[in-house]
T-cell receptor, first 115, second 113 residues
Framework: DAGVIQSPRHEVTEMGQEVTLRCKPI?????LFWYRQTMMRGLELLIYFNNNVPIDDSGMPEDRFSAKMPNASFSTLKIQPSEPRDSAVYFC?????????????FGEGSRLTVL | QQQVKQSPQSLIVQKGGISIINCAYENTAFDYFPWYQQFPGKGPALLIAIRPDVSEKKEGRFTISFNKSAKQFSLHIMDSQPGDSATYFCAAGNTGTASKLTFGTGTRLQVTL
């Protein structure tokens, strides 16, 4: 089975530009999470969805960040306008609620650099 | 109350030695404590997990020790190998809240020859 698929793997953009990160969760998983990883703050949960519905977006830094999950197989995280402090690795993860192991499956991440 | 504190930030261990990483949590409602392993350029992957009804769980060279009264848990890597060099994250969650995990800040482990 394919794992969580994220794109792009690397993105370099200039301050003020719009950035869209994409995620395809594992088929059959009904919860999806967006994390941001930096050296200073480690892994931070930005937002998570259950059955395509946003449940907790309290980790979203500010209004420049938005996330959508239009269907069970696709989610986007958008930053508009981007700023240098948004430079980080963004991870998407998914899980099937009720799974005995409680294992969260991560994608390989999207490394964002904002100049 | 949602914080998970992890130490040390980095660790260097010789091949064959024991690596120990510690975590402490505050929220007594947490009932699931996984450890994730992350190699450079990859996403974190579940290594081992424990629930508070046991004080220790062992899988191969990896052991979690759990102290409920102290609200602490630790990862022990026995006979550490260069292939274990990675970043390790502890986490804590409440299985009643949709697997939302709070992660520690990570420990970068380097195992030298």
């Amino acid at each position: 089975d394919a794992g969580v698929i994220q794109s792009p793997r690397h993105e370099v953009t200039e301050m003020g530009q719009e950035v869209t990160l994409r995620c395809k969760p594992i088929s059959g998983h009904n919860s999806l999470f967006w994390y941001r990883q930096t050296m200073m703050r480690g892994l931070e949960l930005l937002i998570y969805f259950n059955n395509n519905v946003p449940i907790d977006d309290s980790g979203m830094p500010e209004d420049r960040f938005s996330a959508k999950m239009p269907n069970a197989s696709f989610s986007t995280l958008k930053i508009q306008p981007s700023e240098p402090r948004d430079s980080a690795v963004y991870f998407c993860a998914s899980i099937r609620q009720g799974a005995l192991t409680g294992e969260l499956f991560f994608g390989e991440g999207s490394r964002l650099t904002v100049l | 109350q949602q914080q998970v504190k992890q130490s040390p930030q980095s660790l260097i261990v010789q091949k064959g030695g024991i690596s120990i990483i510690n975590c402490a949590y505050e929220n007594t409602a947490f009932d699931y404590f996984p450890w994730y392993q992350q190699f450079p350029g990859k996403g974190p992957a579940l290594l081992i997990a424990i629930r508070p009804d046991v004080s220790e769980k062992k899988e191969g060279r990896f052991t979690i020790s759990f102290n409920k009264s102290a609200k602490q848990f630790s990862l022990h890597i026995m006979d550490s190998q260069p292939g274990d060099s990675a970043t390790y994250f502890c986490a804590a969650g409440n299985t009643g809240t949709a697997s939302k995990l709070t992660f520690g800040t990570g420990t970068r482990l380097q195992v030298t020859l």
